[in-house]
Structure formats: structure tokens, C-alpha cells
């Protein structure tokens, strides 16, 4: 079956974010993301999984422990296991974004 947003659910994970999950299982899980214009997430980290964000529309503010960069349509970043972030939409429009995990993120956050 073809997996849209359509068809799947969304989950909402702060104000104006949503996530949907198109695969998930124990050692991976795939989620397209959307973040409402000035919106960010809280600073978190993982202690097993690690993680790929990778920008589809919108720009981000993203940090990665004392590091901070400016990520555009098509950029990514790899986050390692352990490592403290977070993602914040600092611009006026939406902010759509790849994540991949692996191992899923369930129940993994420090």
C-alpha cells in the first residue's frame, strides 16, 4: 500500500508539529515532519538511536550539543547516539523534514 499523508495518521508533538510515521519497526523507523513557522522542539538526546534530519522545505536552526548551523531544502545532519539537540523553525514559513532513526526513538530519550 502507498503510504501519503492521506492516509496516515498524524501525530502532534508540540503546537503547530506534526509527524507522520510511514515505516516503523524496532531497528528503524521513517517520519516526515512538519513544524508551524517560529516553532522548535525540546532539547533532548537518545541514549541508543541515532538519527538523520534531512530538510525537504523550510530552513532550520538546528543544534547539536554546543553547535549550532543553518540547514536548507536538501541539507542534512546525523546526530549520534547520546548527543543533545534540538530543531527550531525560526522563519515564516512551514518546515518539512525527513527523520530517520534507527533504532526507533520510542521510549529512548534521555
Known amino acids: ?7 496516515l495518521r ?6 503547530g508539529c506534526f ?11 521513517v517520519k516526515l ?6 516553532s522548535k522542539s ?8 541515532t ?5 525537504i522545505k523550510g530552513e532550520a536552526r538546528f543544534h547539536l550539543g554546543d553547535e549550532e548551523c543553518a540547514l536548507k ?8 547516539s547520546s ?3 534540538w530543531i527550531e523553525n525560526t522563519s515564516d514559513e512551514e518546515l518539512v523534514f525527513l527523520l530517520v532513526s534507527s533504532p526507533r526513538t520510542e521510549d529512548d530519550v534521555s
Not at 515505516?23 to 523507523?29: D, G, I, T, V
Not at 525540546?42 to 538511536?49: C, G, L
Not at 538519527?51 to 530538510?55: D, G, K, N
Open 1 to 7: 500500500m502507498v503510504k501519503n499523508l492521506r492516509n
Open 51 to 55: 538519527q538523520v534530519f534531512f530538510i
Open 10 to 15: 498524524a501525530k502532534k508533538w508540540a503546537p
Open 73 to 80: 531544502p536538501f541539507d542534512g545532519i546525523n546526530v549520534p
Open 33 to 38: 515532519e512538519k513544524m508551524a513557522p517560529n
Open 42 to 49: 525540546e532539547t533532548h538526546a537518545h541514549k541508543v538511536s
Open 83 to 85: 548527543q543533545k539537540h
Open 19 to 29: 509527524a507522520w510515521e510511514y515505516f516503523s519497526r524496532r531497528e528503524l523507523s
